[in-house]
């Protein structure tokens, strides 16, 4: 028994025409050739930005298996695309598809939605009755090394966009957002994002402020029934009762003021108040950010967060690759065992509680809304 | 010798899981908060079996039996530190708060070392007989219930220093990875107010039963003692903390400062007034 992968992934420069093709193929469809070439084992992973067959043969040549693989996905893409197939065998496979799960392949490293991908790719084969003991394994042990990489390393750790981290800190200032209440300045399309954001946070209360009411109240029915429009001139009075303002509107002067942030204190009797500037040119006077339980965040220092999450990924990959080797590795081991006719068993990692995940992989792909994602289909 | 030797090694528990503590602060490991809280209670325990010993000691002096060995700086220190660790096991072990041990668990080591200092310059665990005003069922409750509100003000200080650290983070714009695993600022507020919140009324109850207790013993209910003086401040900080808090709003750093201020007092209380009090002395009286 040995696994056997062939794949395309972003980086291997096929023509979009062969690309689109094999993404309207779609799994079911290739686990059916498979079968009918007689296949027994075997799981794909289709998504736009890669085609990556598992396969598990049994007798042959690992090579011709492989060429077979080959054949198979050249005939889905109608076009040659033999040059940029990646085909790997037993260790390197096993070290590719937990690369793959763990996101070090992604074009967002450490990108969640992959997870999820891996997960249900294995489940659509599996309900296609093709999976076995060796495919079973594997990819149960993918998901649960995809799991333990972004539970150990930082390579998923930090959010990357501007809207995201926006929300995170407000979790840093509030807890969770359900007692808080959040207003939005403007009604434009960055608003609208933001505003997505804060509201999967479930905040208690959202209200938009915007100068044409009937633009504002357009926004507030497409992000939410809870959403309300409130009249332009009634938001300073607001801030009393306001945790977090999002402010975006194309106003060419701050239409927030330190004068109206401090004349709102007093009756807020302490509660922070988080303050988002997403505008360009700015909507808030930097001096409101100078006032006491107040936290003022502009574009640039959201911006400026982002850039650093992306850096800090970057630096544990390295870390992350360790993880993925040493499982490639056990698992490389454990099969030449199997195959030697011992008894062997896979190790989970001691003292983890990431066992469960591997039997019922349930939310694996429970990605952030709105994050970057690689994958998305 | 017995009892100072498990003393010992429950100073060194705490000092150990209080290293953890910092660890864990920037390594995000959660096997370190883990054993952090395994390292604890099993300071806990040790702490206790040598708190039984010490009773034991106590007690086979006739004129101590049944009251608990408080009455030298070794035993008050000694039930400082655990009162400290006990209350951060339960409080902030319940909330899944770890990240707060590096704040609030070096005053349960202050407090232990200071007792393991204390071995040392004295030469043994200080167990005397109790003077005869302090035969009293008060020797059990007076003493006890300042110390449990001593605890829970030392907990507020450590979560208002946490959350100095987290206002800071926030203020910088470029906030590390500590913020992100730092309780919010909301939250870290609210657990400052609930703990000064609990301890002031046990405070005050204590400063009571020792008015009684002085009533009884020394005809008197109030003496402006150093130590009653004192601890009259400490309760006088900490309602004024609580009035602001309630009546103006005090939130964040200014709260923060106020309960670090009540905080201050107790450890004058519990450490300084012993070079000025004749009565309450753990250094003077013997």
């Given amino acids: 028994m040995e696994l056997l992968l062939a794949g395309l992934n972003h980086k291997s420069g096929v023509a979009a025409a062969a690309r689109d093709n094999l993404a309207a193929a779609g799994a079911a469809e290739f686990l059916r050739r498979l079968r009918e070439a007689g296949w027994e084992e075997a799981v794909v992973l289709s998504t736009c930005n890669r085609l990556e067959i598992y396969a598990a043969a049994a007798g042959g040549e690992p090579k011709e298996r492989l060429g077979a693989l080959a054949r198979l996905i050249e005939a889905a893409a109608g076009a040659p695309v033999g040059g940029h197939l990646y085909l790997r065998s037993g260790f390197d496979a096993a070290r590719h598809l937990f690369a793959v799960s763990s996101g070090l392949d992604s074009l967002v490293t450490g990108e969640n939605e992959i997870l999820g991908q891996v997960k249900s790719a294995y489940e659509t084969a599996f309900a296609a009755r093709m999976t076995d003991k060796l495919t079973n394994i594997i990819f149960q042990r993918a998901i649960f090394v995809g799991r333990q990489a972004r539970a150990d390393t930082g390579i998923s750790a930090g959010q990357l966009s501007v809207a995201s981290v926006a929300a995170a800190l407000a979790e840093r200032i509030f807890g969770t957002l359900q007692d808080s209440s959040v207003l939005i300045l403007g009604a434009g399309q960055m608003a609208e994002i933001a505003g997505r954001h804060l509201l999967s946070a479930k905040p208690s209360r959202l209200r938009i402020a915007n100068r044409t009411f009937e633009r504002g109240s357009e926004l507030a029915a497409a992000l939410s029934p809870a959403a309300e429009a409130v009249r332009w001139e009634d938001f300073p009075a607001l801030l009393e009762t306001t945790d977090i303002v999002l402010a975006s509107t194309g106003a060419p002067e701050p239409v927030l003021t330190r004068a109206m942030v401090e004349s709102a204190m007093p009756a807020r009797m302490g509660r922070s108040l988080f303050l988002i500037d997403i505008a360009m040119p700015r909507d808030i006077e930097d001096a409101a950010g100078e006032l006491d339980h107040v936290y003022l965040y502009t574009l640039a220092d959201l911006q400026g967060i982002v850039d650093e999450n992306m850096s800090r990924r970057k630096k544990e990959i390295s870390a992350a690759d360790r993880l993925v080797e040493a499982k490639a590795r056990e698992f490389a081991d454990w099969l030449a065992a199997v195959r030697a006719g011992e008894q062997a068993s896979l190790r989970h990692h001691p003292g983890r509680s990431l066992r469960r995940g591997e039997v019922s992989p349930g939310g694996v792909g429970a990605a952030r809304d709105g994050e970057p994602q690689e994958e998305r289909s | ?286």
């Avoid at chain 2, 072990?93 to 040392?120: D, E, S, T």
């Avoid at chain 2, 979560?159 to 909301?186: F, H, N, T």
């Fill in chain 2, 1 to 286: 010798m017995m009892e100072s030797v498990l003393f010992q090694i429950a100073s060194a528990l705490y000092v150990a899981g209080t290293g953890l503590g910092f660890v864990y602060l920037y390594n995000r490991d959660e096997r370190l908060s883990r054993w952090m809280h395994n390292l604890l209670a099993v300071g806990v325990v040790f702490h206790l079996a040598s708190s039984g010993i010490r009773l034991k000691h106590f007690w086979d002096i006739p004129e101590n039996r049944w009251y608990l060995p408080v009455n030298s700086f070794f035993g008050a220190l000694s039930a400082m530190a655990l009162a400290i660790t006990a209350t951060f096991v339960v409080v902030e072990g319940r909330h899944r708060l770890g990240i707060l041990g590096a704040f609030v668990l070096p005053w349960a080591c202050l407090a232990a070392l200071g007792g393991v200092f204390r071995v040392h310059s004295m030469g043994d665990t200080e167990i005397y007989g109790l003077a005869p005003a302090l035969q009293s069922y008060w020797m059990n409750i007076h003493p006890l219930v300042i110390m449990v509100a001593y605890a829970v003000f030392g907990n507020a200080f450590g979560v208002g220093v946490a959350l100095l650290v987290q206002e800071r983070q926030l203020r910088s714009k470029r906030p590390q990875e500590l913020c992100y695993r730092l309780p919010s600022i909301e939250e870290l507020d609210t657990l400052n107010y609930r703990l000064v919140a609990a301890g002031f009324p046990v405070l005050t109850v204590g400063i009571i039963m020792g008015g009684i207790w002085a009533h009884n013993a020394w005809g008197r209910f109030w003496g402006w003692d150093a130590k009653e003086t004192w601890s009259l401040i400490t309760a006088l900080v900490y309602a004024v903390f609580l009035h602001q808090r309630l009546v103006k709003g005090w939130r964040g750093r200014k709260a923060v400062y106020t309960s670090m201020l009540g905080f201050a007092c107790v450890v004058f209380t519990f450490v300084g007034v012993n070079f000025l009090s004749r009565l309450h002395g753990y250094l003077s009286a013997r």
